[in-house]
C-alpha cells in the first residue's frame, strides 16, 4: 500500500496499467472512519466483557470437543498435572487471560495507530480493521467463543464479529498493497473466501459447515484460497508493484516468515526433547504453547504497522539478509547441539 506515492507501475495490461488511488476525501473519508468505529469499538467491548468468562472457564476441565477447543483449556487429568506441578489452576487461569489481554492490546495498539495516523486511506482502514478484528474473534477458541456459550444471546453478535474479521483477512491480502484485485481472476477468490467465511461463522443450529462437507473438500478449498493469496502477492510484487510497495511488501514477509520460522522451531525443540514426550505432561505443553505462540504471532501486526507507516525508514534488503545469515547460524548451532 504506498500511501504516500500512489503512482503505479505500467504493465501491458489496460486493467492495471495505473495505480489505483485508495485515498478518501470529502464526506467518503468521515463515513468511513464511523463505519470503522461503529464496528470496532463494539467487538472490542464484546471481547473485554467476555474476558471474565473466559478466566471462569479455564479453571473447568473441559469435558467435549467444544469446550476443549477452547485456547488453553484443560481436562481433568491436565488440571490434575498443574496441582502435581506446583501450579494452581487460578493462576494458570489468571496467567493466560493476562497475557491474552496484553497480546490483543498491542494488536489493537496497532490497528488503532494505523486509524489515527492514515485514516484517510480506506486501505489503511481496511488493514487496522483487520489487526483489531481478527485478533479478538477467531472463531472457537477465543474469549468471545466462551461469552457465547455461556450466553446463548451472544451468539449471533460474535458470529458477526467472527465473520467481520475473518472476511478482513482475505480482504487485505487480496487488496494490499495498491488497493487493486491483481490478477482480475482474484475475484473469484474473494467470491470464494467471503462464501467459506460466512459458513464458517454462521452455523446452523445443529451442525456446522465443517462438519456437513468432507474433510478433504474443506480442506481443498481453503487450500485454494491461501495458495491463491500468496500467488496474487508474488505476481503483483513481480509485475505490478512499484519499488516502494515491493518494500512495504517484504517488510510483512519478513514477519510473517520470521513468525512462522519460530513456530517451526518450537515445534522441533517439542519432538526433540524427550522428556516432554515421555512424560506426556499436557499441562506444561498447554503453558508453553499458549504463552510463546501469541507473543510469537506479534510479529505479524508489527511488521504491518512498520510497513505501512515507517516502510521508508529501514534498508529491508540489509535487514532480510542478516536476518537470513543469523537465523541459518542458529539453526545449524542448534542441529549441532541437539546431534552431539
Known sequence: MNLSDTEGKSTSDPAISTAANTRLSGPWSRVARTVWLVLVVPSLGLFIVSLPVYYQQLQRACVNPVTCNLDGSLTAKGLQDLSAHGFSVSGYAALLTILLAIITAIWCAVGFLIFWRRSDDWLALLAAFFLVMFNITPAGNNPTYVLALAYPAFLLLFSLVSFL????????????????????????????????????????PTSSFNANWPAWLYLLVTGVIYVSLIFSQIYRYRSVSTPLQRQQTKW?????????????????????????????????????????????L??????????????????????????????????LLALLYFSL
Open 165 to 204: 474479521g475473518q472476511a478482513s483477512l482475505v480482504l487485505f491480502f487480496l487488496f494490499f498493497p495498491n488497493g487493486r484485485l491483481i490478477p482480475r481472476s482474484m475475484g473469484l477468490i474473494l467470491l470464494l473466501g467471503i462464501i467459506l467465511v460466512f459458513f464458517n461463522s454462521f452455523p446452523s
Open 298 to 331: 506479534l510479529l505479524i501486526p508489527l511488521s504491518i504497522g512498520f510497513s505501512i507507516l515507517r516502510y521508508r525508514l529501514y534498508d529491508i534488503d540489509v535487514l532480510i539478509n542478516r536476518t537470513l545469515v543469523y537465523g541459518s547460524l542458529t539453526a
Open 252 to 296: 510483512i514477509i519478513l514477519g510473517i516468515a520470521a513468525a512462522v520460522a519460530f513456530y517451526i522451531g518450537i515445534f522441533v525443540l517439542y519432538f526433540l526433547i524427550p522428556s516432554i514426550i515421555a512424560n506426556q505432561n499436557s499441562s506444561v505443553g498447554e503453558i508453553v504453547g499458549n504463552s510463546i505462540g501469541p507473543v510469537v
